[in-house]
């Protein structure tokens, strides 16, 4: 009964391939996020979504590819990996006025 | 723009003895303020949170957090440091008129048997 649960936990790859990377949260809440962590441990946020609605768009280069079928899911699509897509890649849920809450990472190796 | 700074990689603290891991932030209108810890190879957990009321906000595991808007700061705290506290620990910031969720860099905490 996790509540934010991502799949895979560890995704090793080549790089130019694509891959996806999936979450769920059984919460009920409205919002989810797409959150990347690299080796210096920095948390940089690369999307929202609210009610199946992006709403927070990042800097992030547009072979990411959020997708929201329901409010329960939020999926990232990876097109042509590169090294540096090399991170720890977190989803994250919340509703209003609430903390948000985090899945357990999704460790992305590219080689 | 908001913002949330953690001026300290890392604080080292004595087992037993107080500690404070220490956290800025700038952001337009009442912030809504955060503290996650994480451990080694896991996700981040929720520890205290201030929307609003009480300056003075209890959570997990012993911790506490003082809101001080004159000084934009958010500290966290805790009396008495245990070696399983050590760990990595994150201060966040969101506007409510917002949904962005900003961290600040992280504090790396040691706490020496």
């Known amino acids: 009964d996790t509540a934010v649960s991502q799949t895979p936990k560890y995704l090793v790859t080549q790089m130019g391939n694509d891959k996806s990377i999936k979450c769920e949260q059984n919460?009920?809440?409205?919002?989810m996020y797409w959150y990347k962590q690299d080796s210096k441990k920095f948390l940089k946020i690369m999307f929202s979504?609210?009610?199946?609605?992006?709403?927070i768009n990042e800097t992030v280069p547009n072979r990411f590819s959020p997708k929201s079928p329901d409010k329960a899911h939020l999926n990232l699509h990876i097109n042509s990996l590169e090294l540096g897509d090399s991170a720890v890649y977190f989803c994250?849920?919340?509703?209003?006025?609430?903390?948000?809450?985090f899945g357990q990472g999704t460790r992305l190796t590219v080689v | 723009a908001q913002s949330v700074a953690q001026p300290e990689d890392q604080v080292n603290v004595a087992e037993g003895n107080p500690l404070t891991v220490k956290c800025t932030y700038s952001?337009?209108?009442?912030?809504?303020l955060f503290w996650y810890v994480q451990y080694p190879n896991r996700g981040l957990q929720f520890l205290l949170k201030?929307?609003?009321?009480?300056?003075l906000v209890k959570g997990s595991y012993g911790f506490e957090a003082e809101f001080n808007k004159s000084q934009t700061s958010f500290h966290l705290k805790k009396p008495s440091a245990l070696v399983s506290d050590s760990a990595l620990y994150f201060c966040?910031?969101?506007?409510?008129?917002?949904?962005?969720?900003?961290f600040g860099s992280g504090t790396r905490l040691s706490i020496r048997p």
């Open positions: 994250a849920s919340r509703t209003a006025g609430t903390e948000a809450f």
């Open positions: 919460l009920g809440h409205d919002t």
């Open positions: 979504y609210n009610n199946k609605e992006l709403i």
């Open positions: 952001v337009s209108g009442n912030p809504y």
């Open positions: 201030y929307i609003t009321g009480d300056n």
């Open positions: 966040a910031v969101r506007d409510p008129e917002a949904s962005k969720i900003i």
